[in-house]
Nanobody, 128 residues
């Protein structure tokens, strides 16, 4: 059974940083493309970043380019989202998700339906 668990969210002031973690069980994240998505109150869930399998490509939404970095630690079977220079508009519940087909070095944040397994989400609040 595949399970994804996000952690690392919290309350941070504008300009601050957080690192989100997505720990997996039931599959080796190294073989799968992983995405981070977020959903603010009253808004659609949107793609933030993704990373292809193995040393695959990384993709970022325009709104987070230069501020967020996605990475993976295969030994820990965990994917991270380092978020710097946070803004109030980054406030949302952040979710990680993985596709069900392995060995895809590319990824997309445009189509949520490509992702089969989702975590429960972690709240990020950016406020002074």
């Amino acid at each position: 059974q595949v399970q994804l668990v996000e952690s690392g969210g919290g309350l941070v002031q504008p300009g601050g940083s957080l690192r989100l973690s997505c720990a997996a069980s039931g599959l080796s994240l190294d073989y799968y493309a992983i995405g981070w998505f977020r959903q603010a109150p009253g808004k659609e869930r949107e793609g933030v970043s993704c990373i292809g399998s193995s040393i695959g490509i990384t993709v970022y939404a325009d709104s987070v380019k230069g501020r967020f970095t996605i990475s993976r630690d295969n030994a820990r079977n965990t994917v991270y989202l380092q978020m710097n220079s946070l803004k109030p508009e980054d406030t949302a519940v952040y979710y990680c998700a993985t596709v069900s087909i392995p060995y895809r070095s590319t990824c997309s944040i445009q189509h949520r339906d490509e992702y089969s397994y989702w975590g429960q989400g972690t709240q990020v609040t950016v406020s002074s």
